[in-house]
């Protein structure tokens, strides 16, 4: 009997999970094919709602979604593991729990955080890539507005109410938006007055929201200084510390939750597949 082919899929997000079961329907009356899924969770994050959970909006499992449920009326296997070193030439994947053997192999390894070697961004700032960031973030400016709640120097509790976001594409505008409106709630809640916290978006380009029309972004710009949401353009972040970050221009912004929203292809992710 003809030994079965072995198409591997790594990464279970969105593309991946498309493309195992793309294959399973495509290869449906090919008996002699083995189809694997390698995902390092069980579940798939939808990504483009993190922002929800880091705004409080909703809670973390809602934006989890069952692999195994969504393969249920496939042929398609679903192993749990994170892959650590993979050999081309033996065609062969490397994990915590096993190695894993394969004749054709699909990279569906997303991307990461890009931080521009912009000196102390990685240390210091916060970034929005998975179910963990999300829940980070959300408790520190919880964190924030307790510790805000308690100080009695005006400086230094401007600096802890100060939240920005540095990067004006989508996930960016979208985290800023959903500040604005939590800020409501947690203003009351630790009583503090609404004009003592200071949001702001640091966009190195031009403008915010640069694949949208010239319209749109007006109409988002507009609504969001309307919320009292500070946006600066063309002002690249040069270095961010523990409790601030300087510009281009040499201005240094005092703040304790700097958050980063730029990314990176998975080319640097998956460096280790290259042969």
């Known amino acids: 009997m003809e030994e079965k082919k072995k ?3 790594l990464g279970g997000g969105f593309g991946g ?3 195992a079961q793309s294959l399973d329907k495509l290869l449906k009356r090919n008996k002699n094919v083995e189809i694997i899924l ?4 069980r579940n798939q994050i939808y990504l483009t709602e993190l922002h929800e959970v880091a705004g409080n909006r909703i809670p973390p499992d809602s934006i989890e979604y069952s692999l195994e449920t969504a393969l249920e009326e496939t042929r398609i296997k679903l192993i749990v593991d994170e892959i650590q070193k993979a050999d081309l030439k033996e065609r062969k994947l490397y994990g915590m729990n096993g190695i894993y053997t394969f004749d054709y192999l699909i990279l569906a390894c997303g ?5 521009f070697g912009i000196p ?3 240390e210091n700032a916060f970034t929005l890539w998975s179910r963990e960031d999300a829940l980070r973030i959300r408790e520190h400016i919880i964190k924030m507005f307790k510790a805000a709640s308690n100080e009695p120097d005006g400086q230094k509790r401007r600096e802890y109410l100060t939240f920005v976001v540095g990067g004006g594409g989508f996930t960016g505008i979208e985290m800023i938006g959903e500040l604005v409106e939590w800020i409501e709630e947690l203003c009351l809640e630790y009583n503090i007055k609404h004009n003592e916290v200071s949001l702001m978006v640091i966009e190195a380009l031009p403008k915010i929201l640069p694949n949208l029309s010239d319209s749109l972004i007006e109409k988002a710009s507009n609504y969001l200084k309307k919320k009292g949401v500070r946006i600066l353009t063309n002002s690249p972040i040069t270095s961010v510390s523990a409790d601030s970050f300087t510009l281009t221009s040499g201005q240094v912004i005092k703040t304790h939750t700097p958050y980063l929203n730029g990314r990176s292809s998975g080319q640097q992710f998956c460096e280790f597949l290259r042969p």
């Open 120 to 122: 102390g961004m990685k």
């Open 38 to 41: 390698i995902n390092k969770s």
């Open 7 to 9: 198409i591997v899929v």
């Open 111 to 115: 991307s990461e955080p890009a931080f």
């Open 17 to 19: 999970l498309t493309a």
